[in-house]
Nanobody
Framework: QVQLVESGGRLVQAGGSLRLSCAAS????????MGWFRQAPGKEREFVAA????????RYSDSVKGRFTISRDNAKNTVYLQMNSLKPEDTGVYYC????????????????????WGQGTQVTVSS
């Protein structure tokens, strides 16, 4: 049974930093591309960042590029999202997602690309 468990979300002031973690179990983590998505109240879920199997390639949405960094530790079955210079518009529930792929270069930016999802962690950025 695949499980993705996010942690690290909390209330933070604008300009601050947070690091989210997503611990995976029940899958061969090193063969899964990973992604982070977020959903603000009243809005659709949107892509934030994604990373390939090995971590050699990453991709970001324009809204977080230069401020957020996705990384992974395959030995710990964990993917991270380092968030710096946070803005109130970064507020939302952050979800990690996993997709098994034979292509080591695969990066998914669409939620439809992903097979498994975590339950989410709340990030609130106050102004």
């Amino acid at each position: 049974q695949v499980q993705l468990v996010e942690s690290g979300g909390r209330l933070v002031q604008a300009g601050g930093s947070l690091r989210l973690s997503c611990a995976a179990s029940g899958l061969t983590f090193s063969r899964y591309a990973m992604g982070w998505f977020r959903q603000a109240p009243g809005k659709e879920r949107e892509f934030v960042a994604a990373i390939t199997w090995s971590g050699s390639s990453t991709r970001y949405s324009d809204s977080v590029k230069g401020r957020f960094t996705i990384s992974r530790d395959n030995a710990k079955n964990t993917v991270y999202l380092q968030m710096n210079s946070l803005k109130p518009e970064d507020t939302g529930v952050y979800y990690c997602a996993a997709v098994g792929t034979y292509a080591g270069s695969f990066i998914g930016t669409s939620s439809e690309s992903y097979d498994y999802w975590g339950q989410g962690t709340q990030v609130t950025v106050s102004s």
